[in-house]
């Protein structure tokens, strides 16, 4: 284990300085570049943060709606041929919830700011 800060704090504190002490400075399409980047930062902040919670609760749902075990990975293309052969569809049992549930934690990572993700989130 490595000490203080972990790689989210040192990922935080990179995209915080750029976006609070680079940004005023630069202008154009630089600028735009700039918040391309910080943008991916957040995104990897966030990823770390969440991925290893959602990752579990995905496979927990996949190896109840499979009967099977496995890595995420291979779960998921398990899925697929499933989905792809038509063996299940929207209407076998838990399939429309755990494609939304991973739809939603997705977008947790990838757009959480994203108006139709915060209104879902409140009609829970």
């Known amino acids: 284990m490595q000490d203080e800060p972990t790689p989210t704090e040192l990922i935080k504190a990179v995209a915080d ?11 154009g399409h630089n600028a735009f570049k700039l918040r391309v980047a910080i943008n991916g930062l957040d995104l990897v902040t966030r990823q770390l943060a969440l991925e290893g919670d959602s990752d579990s609760a995905e496979a927990a749902r996949l190896k109840q709606l499979l009967g099977i075990d496995g ?8 899925l697929s041929d499933k989905i792809a ?5 929207l209407q076998t049992p838990g399939l429309a919830d755990h494609l939304w549930q991973t739809t939603m934690d997705k977008l947790a990572v990838d757009q959480p700011n994203y108006a139709s993700y915060k209104r879902e989130l409140g009609n829970k």
């Open 17 to 27: 300085f750029l976006r609070n002490e680079i940004t005023p400075a630069i202008k």
């Open 71 to 78: 890595a995420l990975l291979d779960l998921n293309r398990a």
């Open 85 to 89: 052969k038509g063996e299940v569809d």
